[in-house]
């Protein structure tokens, strides 16, 4: 028992930490910059930062076959310590784009992490009971990571100041390099061992197919197509929703702190729970019905939030629904990203097992990539055309993917999870 939970510390910390940087770019980044004066268009751009998750799928060989994973993590955490000292040293009202350099590294560094800690947690993680414990502490750290620097920071950052704030955020991962360099857990020789298996799977998948016919293998799989074009859109009406509607608020009817401690600490809390409720929900719901019955509430949702659009004057009641709809839409869409990745799993299975691990980063590469292109643009939607046009653009979407998700329930990828299987 005390093994475990070593392991659930261990791996509950490190996706804590690697949580930070999300956090500090959706949540506090856009919210400061906004109160600097800065254009929606400028400050949806900076999403662009986000692109090395994006190509993650490049670099993972090499973490797998390089090093071990203790360095891999001592490495890229003490990186993390060393750029946010040098954010610190930066102001972002006068030196943007060295703060955008230090946002590149950061996520750059992180990308690098998550592959190191993944593959730490799979030779780690022993049995059901230990991957259910340890996907738990994955989902909550990350998410609590991202309340941390999104939410707690911001409530405190016209206090503290940014070179402050930065400075704790520096002893933060000096501390958590120093706590992975001793830790224990990764003495484990079967973490030594799934490594060097996985490097020779890794080499001997290179030296024996070329890389187009991997490609051609990887959407020959059933329910791929469907499923490339579902992680490409699903998220592209709630992710402009989430990415503008806090600044909505900032302009006609929050402070910062209000929107750090709203949307930052509070909604963010109701997306760990929908995270949470996704997982209890598949062990007594089949996936199609879940998926069909979520996507149309969301739809629900986006029409309440594009209501409040109209009410300009600051009111404590303008208030209580605007917190209720980012609650209720940070729920849906924690709940929506479990859905998510269970269906892409459903999906890798069905592939060859020596292209599984490929299809399942190239799935994962295109999710995120679905949600960058669009969230990067948003801001520009709403500097042209307003906040209202905009929302209705961001609706519109989400009710496409609603009835992509609906048809596919009945004729198409998800009709075979419609029965849920009896319990054995």
Not at 66 to 72: E, N
Not at 140 to 145: F, I, L, N, R, S
Not at 158 to 163: F, M, T
């Amino acid at each position: 028992m005390q093994i475990m939970n070593d392991k659930l510390v261990f791996l509950g910390l490190l996706y804590f930490v690697q949580g930070i940087p999300y956090g500090l770019q959706s949540s506090l980044l856009p919210i400061y910059l906004r109160g600097a004066g800065h254009s929606l268009t400028r400050i949806g751009f900076t999403k662009i930062l986000y692109f090395p998750w994006v190509l993650k799928v490049l670099w993972a060989p090499l973490v797998d076959r390089a090093g071990s994973k203790r360095r891999w993590l001592v490495g890229t955490v003490s990186g993390l310590a060393l750029t946010c000292l040098t954010s610190a040293a930066l102001a972002p009202e006068a030196h943007i784009w060295g703060v955008a350099g230090t946002l590149l590294a950061m996520n750059s560094l992180a990308s690098l992490q998550d592959i190191a800690v993944d593959g730490a947690a799979v030779g780690l993680l022993k049995g059901r009971g230990e991957l259910g414990l340890g996907n738990t502490a994955q989902v909550v750290g990350y998410k609590a990571g991202s309340v941390f620097a999104g939410g707690g920071l911001l409530a405190v950052i016209d206090v503290a100041g940014w070179s402050w704030m930065f400075m704790l955020l520096t002893f933060v991962y000096a501390g958590v390099a120093l706590f992975v360099w001793g830790a224990p857990v990764l003495d484990d020789e079967a973490v030594r061992g799934q490594q060097a298996d996985g490097s020779r799977r890794t080499g001997q998948a290179a030296d024996s197919m070329w890389p187009w016919k991997v490609w051609r293998r990887m959407l020959a799989v059933p329910g791929t197509p469907w499923t490339v074009l579902y992680v490409l859109t699903y998220k592209l009406g709630e992710q402009g929703a989430v990415t503008m509607f806090p600044l909505f608020l900032l302009d006609h009817h929050m402070t910062a702190r209000e929107l750090g401690f709203w949307n930052g600490v509070i909604a963010m809390g109701f997306s760990i729970c929908g995270s949470s409720l996704g997982g209890l929900l598949l062990a007594q719901f089949s996936i199609g019905a879940l998926m069909r019955r979520v996507f149309v509430l969301r739809t629900v949702s986006m029409v309440f939030q594009s209501s409040l659009l109209t009410i300009l004057e600051p009111s404590p009641l303008m208030k209580g629904m605007a917190v209720l709809s980012m609650s209720v839409q940070h729920f849906l869409g924690g709940l929506i990203t479990t859905l998510t990745f269970t269906t892409m799993m459903h999906c890798t299975q069905r592939a060859e097992e020596s292209i599984q691990s490929t299809h399942y980063s190239f799935l994962s590469t295109l999710e995120v990539l679905g949600k960058l292109m669009f969230s990067a643009l948003a801001g520009g939607m709403v500097d042209w055309f307003g906040f209202q046009v905009a929302f209705l653009f961001f609706l519109t979407l989400s009710a496409g993917t609603a009835l992509h998700v609906w048809t596919a329930t009945f004729t198409g990828a998800l009709r075979e999870h419609q029965l849920k299987e009896p319990p054995k």
